[in-house]
Nanobody, 129 residues
Framework: QVQLEESGGGLVQSGGSLSVSCTAS????????MGWFRQAPGKEREFVAA????????YYADSQQGRFTISRDTTENTVHLQIYSLKPEDTAVYYC??????????????????????WGQGTQVTVSS
């Protein structure tokens, strides 16, 4: 079994920046395609960004790709999401997700929460005006 743990959320002023991280335990992070989703109260879980297990390709929601950067560190067990120019509408619980090692995401699968096999507990990001 794989455990995912997010960290780095908190209160941020509008226009500021924040980095959230996801650390995988039980297996090395490089074994998984990984993604970030977010969910605000009363709303559907929304795709934010994803990255291939080897880090060669990243995916972003169209409306977010200019303000979000996903990366994997050199240890291959932690994924980071940098968020710039934060807006109040970015307020949400941010969830890290990963696939099983034997699965590869392709096409629209990257954007669907149901395609991911492991989920963290989430970290709250709150952006104040």
């Amino acid at each position: 079994q794989v455990q995912l743990e997010e960290s780095g959320g908190g209160l941020v002023q509008s226009g500021g920046s924040l980095s959230v991280s996801c650390t995988a335990s039980g297996r090395t992070g490089s074994d998984y395609d990984m993604g970030w989703f977010r969910q605000a109260p009363g709303k559907e879980r929304e795709f934010v960004a994803a990255i291939r297990r080897n880090g060669d390709t990243s995916y972003y929601a169209d409306s977010q790709q200019g303000r979000f950067t996903i990366s994997r560190d050199t240890t291959e067990n932690t994924v980071h999401l940098q968020i710039y120019s934060l807006k109040p509408e970015d307020t949400a619980v941010y969830y890290c997700a990963a696939t099983r090692p034997d699965r590869n995401l392709y096409g629209m699968m990257w954007f669907r929460a149901g395609e991911y096999d492991y989920w963290g507990q989430g970290t709250q990001v709150t952006v104040s005006s």
